[in-house]
């Protein structure tokens, strides 16, 4: 069995990961971490949950410098102030063990405790690149000490417009730096980045490309916007467990309430929510509590659950990439799944030039729930003393939110199942609850990796109208997603870039089985 030691990563590290129980690396782990820990410019291609933060963060923890007050060492760039909080919930137990501070930075938030935190002096920087620039012009810090930069999520930051932000700040770090590239596709926009600007880059790529489109069914309905939430609860009641995109943070909270009072079991996921609650609603839909979560696309990013029947893109994508995003949350493991999108006439142009991004050609049709696939979904009961069902069952409107197997099984509609649980009889609220539910309002990861296993990675409609009738109603954990040694050796590396000089296109590869955020 291969162990962290093995890899390159000292004694105090290996000793801060097995007091969280993780012991044997995964594979991004096992093939990424040697090159980085040597020095060298890496490129990786991994899913997402494959551990990425480990195999990027331990070579950092392990490499990086002392740093001065306003002058970090190593930076880590990422999208979204969600991966960034993530990633510094990784690293900074492990960072503790040796001494290493590590910070966040993104917006949306108060620039007094990251001001602070900079003036105190950090080593690792966790940035998105909108809030970075921002301090950069505040003169709160420089980057010229920075030896080692981590671009994570770079397919991503593309999707998101960064790439001009992305590459200014490389630019500002040092000339001998190294440079590690984390994304889960190797297309265009990133492969400029790894020929500009990473200089004879080991390429690894771990996993399966992308989902392929062709391993899920897509349905193009034509539904009026007052009749979006009940065709949405008959499609959860048939399919099961599912995803809905919403393109508003108040989007998803007003859906979240109206399928309440449809009796559908959801939670929200989007950026207003603080990491305890975005980690609950997570545990919640993977560990079946509920059976729909309902989010936003930034909020989507690294979700990795197993077993999403359908994704409902409640609101219209950007673009194909994210259309692509989007269904890429079912139909894993060699599974089929669903995409159903809904297409109002103002959206027709849209979902054409995404349909021909994508490389698909269906109809725009009205809505027909019973040609899709039925599953059968069983509701785990809330655990005991868990309060997070609270305003699922004030905004459910009395009893309507009962599902239990005698009086909920959607028999051809669906078979959700839930065990029965002791409640509070609401039945007198029952009347009331049918009132505010017709004038409902706003209310509003799990990063689990997958196991190791395989081989090193390869380089390189429907028509129909819709019935509105309503159906009736481990001992050893391996490179965890919990992803520091002290090194203090730092293998130099060949040679200095020149300026306004693209290095060399890359030729060691190995084959391996905010912008205001």
Same mark, same amino acid.
């Given at each position: 069995?291969?162990?962290? @030691?093995?890899?390159?990563?000292?004694?105090?590290?290996?000793?801060?990961?097995?007091?969280?129980?993780?012991?044997?690396?995964?594979?991004?782990? !096992?093939?990424?971490?040697?090159? !980085?820990?040597?020095?060298?410019?890496?490129?990786?291609?991994?899913?997402?949950?494959?551990?990425?933060?480990?195999?990027?963060?331990?070579?950092?923890?392990?490499?990086?410098?002392?740093?001065?007050?306003?002058?970090?060492?190593?930076?880590?760039?990422?999208?979204?102030?969600?991966?960034?909080?993530?990633?510094? @919930?990784?690293?900074?137990?492990?960072?503790?063990?040796?001494?290493?501070?590590?910070?966040?930075? *993104?917006?949306?938030?108060? *620039? $007094?405790?990251?001001?602070?935190?900079?003036?105190?002096?950090?080593?690792?920087?966790?940035?998105?690149?909108?809030?970075?620039?921002?301090?950069?012009?505040?003169?709160?810090?420089?980057?010229?000490?920075?030896?080692?930069?981590?671009?994570?999520?770079?397919?991503?930051?593309?999707?998101?417009?960064?790439?001009?932000?992305?590459?200014?700040?490389?630019?500002?770090?040092?000339?001998?730096?190294?440079?590690?590239?984390? !994304?889960?596709?190797?297309?265009?926009?990133?492969?400029?980045?790894?020929?500009?600007?990473?200089? %004879?880059?080991?390429?690894?790529?771990?996993?399966?490309?992308?989902? @392929?489109?062709?391993?899920?069914?897509?349905?193009?309905?034509?539904?009026?916007?007052?009749?979006?939430?009940?065709?949405?609860?008959?499609?959860?009641?048939? !399919?099961?467990?599912?995803?809905?995109?919403?393109?508003?943070?108040?989007?998803?909270?007003?859906?979240?309430?109206?399928?309440?009072?449809?009796?559908?079991?959801?939670?929200?996921?989007?950026?207003?929510?603080?990491?305890?609650?975005?980690?609950?609603?997570?545990?919640?839909?993977?560990?079946?509590?509920?059976?729909?979560?309902?989010?936003?696309?930034?909020? @989507?990013?690294?979700?990795?659950?197993?077993?999403? %029947?359908?994704?409902?893109?409640?609101?219209?994508?950007?673009?194909?990439?994210?259309?692509?995003?989007?269904?890429?949350?079912?139909?894993?493991?060699?599974?089929?799944?669903?995409?159903?999108? *809904?297409?109002?006439?103002? +959206?027709?142009?849209?979902?054409?030039?995404?349909?021909?991004?994508?490389?698909?050609?269906?109809?725009?049709?009205?809505?027909?729930?019973?040609?899709?696939?039925?599953?059968?979904?069983?509701?785990?009961?809330?655990?005991?003393?868990?309060?997070?069902?609270?305003?699922?069952?004030?905004?459910?409107?009395?009893?309507?939110?009962?599902?239990?197997?005698?009086? $909920?099984?959607?028999?051809?509609?669906?078979?959700?199942?839930?065990?029965?649980?002791?409640?509070?009889?609401?039945?007198?609220?029952?009347?009331?609850?049918?009132?505010? $539910?017709?004038?409902?309002?706003?209310?509003? +990861?799990?990063?689990?990796?997958?196991?190791?296993?395989?081989?090193?990675?390869?380089?390189?409609? %429907?028509?129909?109208?819709?019935?509105?009738?309503?159906?009736?109603?481990?001992?050893?954990?391996?490179?965890? %997603?919990?992803?520091?040694?002290?090194?203090?050796?730092?293998?130099?590396?060949?040679?200095?870039?020149?300026?306004?000089?693209?290095?060399?296109?890359?030729?060691?590869?190995?084959?391996?089985?905010? *912008?205001?955020?």
């Amino acid at each position: 069995m291969v162990v962290f @030691s093995d890899l390159g990563i000292g004694p105090d590290l290996v000793q801060a990961l097995e007091k969280q129980g993780i012991v044997e690396p995964f594979e991004v782990q !096992s093939e990424s971490i040697p090159d !980085s820990i040597l020095g060298h410019d890496v490129c990786c291609r991994a899913p997402t949950g494959s551990g990425k933060t480990l195999a990027f963060g331990l070579p950092l923890l392990a490499r990086t410098q002392k740093a001065n007050r306003k002058r970090p060492t190593s930076l880590i760039l990422t999208p979204t102030r969600e991966l960034a909080e993530q990633i510094c @919930s990784v690293l900074k137990p492990l960072a503790k063990a040796i001494g290493v501070n590590v910070l966040s930075v *993104y917006g949306g938030v108060s *620039y $007094r405790n990251q001001l602070r935190g900079l003036e105190d002096g950090v080593e690792i920087l966790v940035a998105c690149p909108g809030r970075l620039l921002d301090l950069i012009e505040r003169k709160a810090l420089s980057l010229n000490d920075v030896s080692i930069i981590v671009l994570d999520e770079a397919d991503r930051m593309a999707d998101m417009g960064f790439m001009e932000p992305v590459c200014e700040i490389i630019e500002m770090c040092s000339e001998n730096r190294q440079t590690i590239l984390f !994304s889960a596709t190797l297309d265009e926009d990133v492969i400029d980045i790894v020929e500009t600007y990473q200089t %004879n880059p080991i390429t690894i790529e771990v996993g399966p490309e992308e989902v @392929s489109i062709d391993s899920m069914q897509h349905y193009f309905w034509k539904v009026k916007n007052h009749k979006r939430v009940e065709v949405t609860a008959e499609i959860v009641r048939k !399919s099961g467990r599912s995803i809905i995109f919403c393109r508003t943070r108040m989007g998803v909270n007003r859906l979240d309430e109206e399928l309440k009072g449809e009796g559908i079991s959801c939670t929200p996921l989007h950026g207003g929510l603080n990491q305890n609650q975005r980690d609950r609603a997570m545990r919640k839909f993977s560990t079946s509590r509920i059976m729909v979560l309902i989010a936003t696309d930034v909020a @989507s990013r690294g979700i990795d659950v197993e077993g999403v %029947n359908c994704v409902i893109n409640y609101d219209p994508p950007e673009n194909g990439k994210a259309y692509k995003h989007r269904g890429g949350r079912t139909a894993r493991a060699g599974t089929n799944g669903i995409v159903v999108s *809904y297409v109002p006439k103002s +959206k027709e142009r849209l979902y054409s030039r995404i349909q021909k991004e994508v490389g698909v050609k269906y109809r725009y049709t009205l809505p027909q729930v019973e040609v899709l696939e039925e599953n059968e979904f069983e509701l785990i009961p809330p655990e005991k003393g868990d309060r997070s069902d609270r305003g699922r069952r004030r905004g459910s409107g009395g009893n309507r939110n009962r599902i239990s197997r005698n009086k $909920r099984n959607f028999s051809s509609r669906g078979k959700q199942k839930e065990r029965p649980s002791k409640r509070r009889d609401n039945s007198k609220r029952g009347k009331r609850g049918e009132s505010e $539910r017709k004038n409902s309002g706003d209310n509003s +990861k799990n990063n689990s990796q997958t196991p190791r296993g395989g081989k090193r990675s390869k380089r390189s409609g %429907n028509g129909g109208k819709y019935n509105s009738n309503r159906g009736k109603s481990s001992e050893k954990r391996r490179g965890g %997603n919990n992803e520091n040694s002290k090194n203090n050796s730092q293998t130099p590396r060949g040679g200095k870039r020149g300026k306004g000089q693209s290095p060399s296109r890359p030729r060691n590869r190995r084959k391996k089985s905010d *912008y205001r955020s």
